[in-house]
Structures are given as C-alpha cells and as structure tokens.
C-alpha cells in the first residue's frame, strides 16, 4: 500500500490549494483522491456524512479559524491534508499550527490565564483532564453538545466508538475532552536477535533463564548487559535506549507512568488510589492533599527514587554515550538506526518512522525485526497496579473562546476524527482512537507489518495502559517542576533522594498555593499536615517501605506465547 500515492493525486487535482468553496463537488473530489475504500463506512455513508459537514457549516463559511496541535506525523497529515480539503468542503478556512507539546500547554496556561482566545481549539493531553475539571475554563462537551453545540455535533459522532473517552472524562461523568490521536508506551526489541538460536544459547548459558520479553526490570537489566558492547553485522550495539538532557520532554520521561512502572503508588485503574504515578494522593473527595511522604504522598518514597537511580544507571551503562544529551524527539527514532537490542518503553507514535522501507530494522518483505510488548515493571509493582502510559492527544474547547468560533472548530475537531478519514489517518499516523477502526480489515491485512501495535490494540490489555489521571490538580504548573528536578538528578548535581524530595516539595507548595487562592472551589486541594513518614510507611498502600533487596528474580515470556495470549 503507498500511502502517500492518494495525497500525492489529491494535490495533482488541486483539492488542496485555491479559493475555499463548500460544495458536494469538493467533498467527492476528496474522497475520490484520498480515501478510497480505506474507511469504515460505506461510499453512500461517507457522502452523507460530508454533506451533513456542508449543512452545518453554511453559517460559518469564509471565517478563519486557528487551531493547535503538537508536531507528530497524525498532525501532519491533519494539517497538510485534511485542514484543506476541510476547507475546500465548507468554505471556513482553517489553520492548523504545529508547534512543540510543552508550547502547546504554554499557549493554553496563558490563554486560562489572560482570557486572551489565542487559538479556537487546541488539542492537548488528556493529562490535562485534572487541570480542566478543576478550573472549569473549558467546555464541557458532554452538556455542551447536548445545549449550545448541539446544531454542529455530528449525528455520526459515535461517543461509544472512541477508546479513549475514559480518560478524557472527569470524575463528575462529563466529557471534557474529544480523542484525537492515541499512543501508548511499550517495550521494544530486536525479535530477530532474541529469536537467534545462538545468541539465545549464549544468554542461557550466562543467566540461567531463557532469552525473551523481560517480565521484571531484572530481566530488562541481565538484557541490557549481555547485548552492551557486543558486535553484530559489523557494529557495536547498545543493549537499552533512553535520553537524559534536561529538558521540558525529560518531564515526561518520568511523569509518563515511569513511577507507576518502578510500582510507586497505588493499585487502581486507570490510575492508582488514593495515590497516583505522579505520588500525588488524593482524600475521598478527588481533593489532592500533598505530594511528599510527610503528607501520605510518594514522590520522595523509596520506590520513587529506586525509579529514578535504575534510569539514570541504565543510561548511563547502557545507551549510546550520545543519549543523556537527547530530548525526547531527538531519541525516538534512534533505535531504527539498529544497534539498540531494546528499549524500556517506547511511545508508538514513533513506529511510522521504524517501519520506512530500507531501514536497517526493516525485512525486504517489509515485514520489522522488531516487535513491540508489555512494558517490564519494577521491584515495587504489584499486580492490579497501572503498567504503562497512553497519550491521548484531545481536542480541547476553551469558554473564552466565542461560540461562534468554538462551533466552526468543533466541527473542525469532527472531521479529522470522523468515520469518513479516521481508517485513512490512522494508516498514516499509527495513532489509533476508534475500535472499529482498529477492527477494520486493512489492519488485519497490514498487522504484520506494525511489530505487534495492532495486536496490542485489539488486546483486552489495552485498556491497563493510561494517561495521566485526575488526581494532578494544575498540571501546566506541576509538570515544569519534574524535568528541572529531575534533571538535577540526572545530570549529577544531586542524589535521586535529594532531587524528589525538592520535586515533591515544590509540588506541594503549588498545591498550597491552590489551596489559599480557593481557585479550584471544593475541588482543590486541602493539604494534609506533616508527620513522621514512617507512620505513612507503616501503613499499606503507597507509599511503601524500601525494599532491602530491590533486585527479584528475573523473568522473561517468550514474545509469540505473549501474542498468544491475547488472541
């Protein structure tokens, strides 16, 4: 399958440039060059969900819209492809801003907090829901659409279709955010080396236990060190991959379910309670009440530092020397170069640059050498605890956004996630937001080439990985504190230990900050008062003593036992 071939007609036929008409002649146009058969609906359907577009959008058309989105591949084709032919369609012309994640949220803090509407919709984290609920400065699209938006809210919506609405709901039942591009963080490796019947022998004979998908950071770590150093076709190979420069994205490298993975807080999912993988707990009101351990917090407990050392040690022993001077984009697309055995987690956005024809990690079949897993957990993990991280990037409705405005974005927000494109976009970007999409029988025919991404999403484990919950009350202001913290960590400057307890500490004065503005009403925080940490250690739950000796008995599964499992 091309799938650049169609975006390539479509420009040839000048879908996507000229003067803005909103016409059914524009919207077969676009669907002649650029879907095809690559949707879920049929041709008939799929033009009268255009045509309903060209209806509802009659009392906005000749507006300019702007919109904002953080830089990945789905957003690129959104605004490459899709914002013009939107345009062509319905006659409001739309412009789709690709900026950096850590801007996106710079731009909607100031927008919360001037009142100033610097974009009309901005599509941002589902780790914002916390902040969003509390602050109540964005639609609620549950009543929203139900009352004022119900004239642009497209009968072929289909809520029930999207597999990420449960993040993006509050704990009060309401929708306050709409699924745009999903990715989840999973282990990542070299099948075709853990497969090698000789390499496999030699790790048997060092270790005592078979090569495969590592179970426990045990595992991952004996895995690191026996690929480390070795040479295979002629290069040198890194057994685990990772970036360390302090950064903004640094911030997620941590924030991005590491803590829940090393088993820092609580059972629960999506997220864990009363304490989450930010070691933020909450009392039985949703109401945050500290951070660090004085408060019946974790961010400074003995799992949250044994995280933190495992990270910086692995790094330094076993990545490429390059990769603590790396951000998060600069890393993602190292491990295609192949010479990295494995990596801990890898976000799944990455895998459309890891599946390029000719990339060393590709097959001539075009089928990878790699696949994709479970992520391994720590010493501290226990079953029914969150195991990973899933971005839900969602689109986000300000209220000093005026209606007008807000209608023709949300109709904007519809489209690019529409039955009509959703199959078509999803091959493109790999960010997959609705079931039947994920069903659909083009990923079926093209699963073996993705390295296991589709079996993942069609396994009832899907749904134990998360993005960031509720229990995070500001998390433009919070989110800055991990990566300048931590990076004090990383670089040296300071001990693990030293680093969380400034990280939890500066968390909780935020908090209090919240606290004594009342902002947030009854739904901020309320801090707890400090006391002796051990009283918080004695008592089951996060945060949970250290563990003496925080190397368990290293377990691995065989990767194509793990794939069965799921089917």
């Given at each position: 399958m091309n799938l650049k071939r169609s975006t390539a007609m479509a420009l040839a036929l000048g879908l996507l440039s000229g003067p803005a008409f909103a016409d059914m002649e524009a919207?077969?146009?676009?669907?002649?060059?650029e879907i095809g058969d690559l949707s879920t609906l049929s041709r008939a359907d799929q033009e009268a969900e255009m045509q309903w577009y060209i209806d509802a959008a009659q009392p906005f058309q000749g507006m300019e819209i702007k919109v904002v989105s953080e830089t990945i591949t789905t957003h690129e084709y959104e605004s490459q492809v899709l914002a013009p032919a939107f345009e062509k369609i319905t006659g409001i012309k739309i412009t789709h801003d690709l900026i950096g994640e850590g801007d996106v949220v710079e731009k909607l803090q100031t927008q919360m907090q001037s009142g100033e509407n610097i974009y009309d919709a901005y599509v941002n984290d589902s780790d914002l829901i916390g902040t969003h609920w509390r602050y109540q400065q964005v639609r609620n699209l549950t009543d929203w659409m139900a009352n004022e938006g119900a004239d642009?809210?497209?009968?072929?919506?289909?809520?029930?279709?999207?597999?990420?609405?449960?993040?993006?709901?509050?704990?009060?039942?309401k929708l306050y955010q709409l699924p745009d591009q999903q990715f989840a963080n999973l282990y990542?490796?070299?099948?075709?080396?853990?497969?090698?019947?000789?390499?496999?022998?030699?790790?048997?004979?060092?270790?005592?236990?078979?090569?495969?998908?590592?179970?426990?950071?045990?595992?991952?770590?004996?895995?690191?060190?026996?690929?480390?150093g070795r040479n295979i076709d002629g290069q040198e190979?890194?057994?685990?991959?990772?970036?360390?420069?302090?950064?903004?994205?640094?911030?997620?490298?941590?924030?991005?379910?590491?803590m829940s993975m090393a088993g820092m807080g609580d059972k629960g999912e999506p997220n864990g309670l009363p304490v989450d993988e930010w070691g933020i707990r909450v009392n039985d009101k949703s109401q945050p009440v500290g951070a660090c351990m004085a408060r019946g917090g974790a961010a400074n407990s003995p799992a949250a530092v044994y995280a933190v050392d495992k990270a910086i040690e692995w790094l330094n022993k076993y990545s490429p020397p390059s990769a603590m001077g790396m951000t998060f984009s600069e890393a993602g697309p190292v491990p295609a170069q192949g010479n990295i055995a494995q990596q801990m987690f890898m976000y799944t956005t990455f895998v459309a640059s890891l599946v390029e024809p000719g990339l060393p990690v590709m097959n001539e079949d075009g089928t990878p050498k790699w696949r994709l897993a479970p992520s391994p957990h720590g010493v501290y993990w226990e079953d029914g605890m969150k195991v990973g991280y899933q971005d839900v990037g969602s689109w986000t409705l300000m209220k000093s956004t005026p209606e007008d405005r807000a209608k023709a974005a949300w109709l904007y927000a519809q489209f690019v996630t529409s039955?009509?494109?959703?199959?078509?976009?999803?091959?493109?970007?790999?960010?997959?937001?609705?079931?039947?999409?994920?069903?659909?029988?083009?990923?079926?025919?093209?699963?073996p080439n993705l390295g296991g991404l589709v079996e993942f999403y069609r396994s009832p484990d899907r749904v134990r990985w998360?993005?960031?919950?509720?229990?995070?009350?500001?998390?433009?202001?919070?989110?800055?504190?991990w990566w300048q913290n931590i990076g004090d960590a990383m670089s040296g400057a300071k001990s693990a230990q030293d680093a969380l307890d400034s990280l939890c500490s500066d968390m909780e004065k935020v908090m209090e900050r919240l606290?004594?503005?009342?902002?947030?009403?009854?739904?901020g925080p309320v801090m707890n008062e400090e006391k002796d940490p051990q009283e918080w250690l004695d008592t089951a739950g996060s945060p949970k003593p250290k563990i003496e000796n925080e190397r368990e008995e290293p377990k691995t599964v065989a990767y194509d036992e793990l794939v069965a499992s799921w089917n």
């Open positions: 919207a077969t146009a676009f669907l002649d060059a642009v809210t497209s009968p072929t919506l289909d809520l029930d279709d999207f597999i990420g609405t449960q993040f993006t709901t509050a704990p009060d039942g990542w490796f070299r099948y075709d080396w853990f497969t090698d019947p000789d390499i496999m022998a030699e790790f048997k004979e060092k270790y005592g236990y078979e090569l495969g998908v590592p179970v426990n950071w045990s595992a991952y770590e004996d895995i690191a060190e026996f690929f480390t190979i890194f057994g685990s991959m990772d970036y360390g420069k302090k950064d903004p994205s640094l911030g997620w490298r941590y924030t991005d379910a590491w039955k009509t494109v959703d199959v078509k976009k999803s091959h493109v970007g790999l960010t997959f937001i609705r079931e039947s999409t994920i069903q659909d029988e083009s990923f079926t025919d093209r699963a998360s993005p960031t919950g509720t229990n995070v009350p500001d998390y433009p202001k919070l989110a800055q504190l606290e004594r503005a009342g902002i947030q009403g009854d739904l």
